[in-house]
């Protein structure tokens, strides 16, 4: 593990951080490494700036559209 040196500090609603220290107690996880290892996976699912489960790459994209290619004959 690499060392720690820098910090977030966010603000939440109170209901929101004991709903979440209590999900992460019946873990028997600290708040920082669910937080981590959500912050590791979020950034490389969006690698670009792109989620890329929301813009799948199909098979028809380099198919002209049905619709251009009956308006062309």
């Known amino acids: ?3 720690k ?4 500090r966010i603000r939440v609603e109170k209901e929101l951080r004991d709903s979440f220290q209590g999900a992460c107690d019946v873990e028997n996880r600290s708040a920082s490494e669910v ?3 959500f912050m590791r996976s ?3 699912q969006r690698v670009g700036g ?9 098979a028809d994209t380099d198919k ?3 619709a251009k290619a009956l308006a062309s004959q």
């Open 1 to 3: 593990m690499t060392s």
């Open 64 to 66: 002209p559209h049905k």
């Open 50 to 58: 792109m989620q890329p489960s929301l813009f799948p790459k199909s």
């Open 5 to 8: 040196d820098v910090g977030i």
């Open 42 to 44: 979020f950034a490389e």
């Open 35 to 37: 937080l981590r290892d």
